[in-house]
């Protein structure tokens, strides 16, 4: 299949066969190729340079080793099956951290496991007895390092074909995620990185964004919604933030932002694009940034769902994310039959200003209706269902949804173009 192809030819650039050791890397992809089809080894597409596999034998371990510079072995020492020197005989870096998921598993384990994947030199093998156990080892890194949710994983194990993974060990993991991503509201999108934090609105599924820097305690909340506006207001009192902006990424149908609201409270800015139409103190054009402390978000120009629809880049000191709004979700976009929209420039305006993104951008969209957080924009660029069809194919897709309009369509639109200024901003608004 094209998709086994593509990502063996990713692992060997990640062995270091790029074009120009054409020669060398062919007897190594095609040693990859035969053990992936007759042995319990699987070389998921992302991140594509890490390998999960079940007990080997001899002679296989002998040929993976040396294509391996990182091996980490999930099973004890004792092992009847481990090859510890043969392993590290090969040059391979190998680490040993028994791991059986179970509800008393003490969290240091799951913290030198997630170390581990993330220490090690790529290529890395992860084993185990069947691959299951391996599986949701990289898995558990994944969560850990990119802030998935449950939704999340149960979407990867599907789109990474990952079928040595057994639905008891998935639960299992499924379980420890609100301990690795908090669940708490205004908690971190990902411990690590305090400066995102995700906010959901269950009525209209709405994920809300504060991005806060961390030097000068400043923030910003992007597309907040109207009824969670104490919620946000408290959160940001609780962690000593000032609000300057309220960013939304397009004009919504489903709910109405707080910034008018909030600018009654605060003295804040509101802040849409120019081509949404919509009142505000400040609309963007294509390019602008957004300084927040000595964060700087990149406004993007992204129309199609609404002729108005930005995405906001922010580059953080160890990750890109990527604010989407209705533009890219989580294997999917928004809808583009109402609001001015046009799918053919939505298409255009993803593969252009969102997938040219690096592939380990976050993607922090607007809306996921399935207890899924983020993705990243490779993610999105290998498994998007409608993202990844040629344009006319999309267009034809988009043109035949036939979805109902959104609820609190005929208050949300113009409640939406006046609520981020008002005349009088003492006045409540006319909504």
């Known amino acids: 299949p094209v998709s086994k192809i593509s990502t063996l030819h990713a692992f060997s650039s990640a062995m270091g066969c790029n074009s120009g050791k054409s020669l060398e890397a062919a007897p190594k992809m095609e040693t990859i190729g035969n053990i992936i089809k007759d042995f319990p080894v699987r070389l998921p597409a992302l991140p594509g340079d890490v390998l999960i596999s079940g007990n080997l034998p001899t002679e296989v371990v002998d040929q993976l080793a040396p294509h391996c510079k990182g091996w980490l072995y999930v099973n004890p020492e004792s092992d009847p099956h481990f090859m510890g020197e043969t392993i590290k005989s090969k040059g391979s870096s190998l680490k040993v951290v028994p791991f059986k998921p179970s509800k008393d598993l003490a969290p240091a384990v799951i913290d030198q496991l997630v170390s581990a994947v993330q220490d090690l030199p790529r290529p890395l093998m992860i084993q185990c007895t069947s691959a299951n156990r391996a599986g949701i080892v990289l898995l558990l890194w994944m969560a850990k390092t990119r802030g998935y949710s449950k939704g999340c994983v149960e979407q990867l194990v599907a789109d990474l074909q990952l079928d040595t993974v057994r639905p008891e060990a998935l639960q299992w993991l499924q379980q420890q995620l609100p301990s690795l991503t908090p669940a708490a509201p205004g908690g971190p999108l990902v411990p690590e990185r305090t400066e995102i934090r995700q906010l959901f609105d269950e009525e209209s599924s709405t994920l809300t964004y504060l991005v806060s820097c961390c030097e000068t305690n400043e923030a910003v909340l992007i597309d907040p919604v109207l009824e969670q506006k104490d919620r946000d207001l408290h959160i940001l009192k ?182 981020g200024v008002q005349d009088d901003p003492y006045d409540p608004l006319a909504i």
């Open 238 to 419: 609780d962690l000593g933030l000032t609000l300057r902006f309220v960013l939304n990424t397009h004009c919504h149908a489903d709910h109405i932002t707080s910034g008018g609201a909030i600018r009654q409270r605060l003295p804040v800015q509101t802040v849409i694009s120019e081509a949404s139409g919509a009142k505000a103190d400040r609309h963007l054009q294509h390019g602008e940034i957004i300084e927040v402390g000595q964060l700087r978000l990149e406004a993007r120009a992204t129309p199609g769902h609404t002729d108005g629809c930005m995405t906001f880049v922010l580059k953080t000191r160890n990750a890109t994310f990527a604010f989407t709004g209705d533009t890219l979700l989580i294997r999917g976009c928004g809808r583009t039959d109402f609001q001015q929209g046009n799918a053919r420039l939505l298409y255009e305006n993803v593969h252009a200003q969102i997938f040219s993104l690096p592939g380990d951008t976050v993607v922090c969209p607007g809306h996921d209706y399935k207890d899924r957080c983020v993705s990243t924009v490779e993610e999105e660029r290998r498994f998007n269902p409608r993202l990844t069809k040629s344009k006319e194919e999309f267009v034809q897709i988009m043109d035949n949804l036939k979805l109902p309009n959104p609820k609190k369509i005929d208050v949300a639109v113009p409640g939406n173009m006046m609520c």
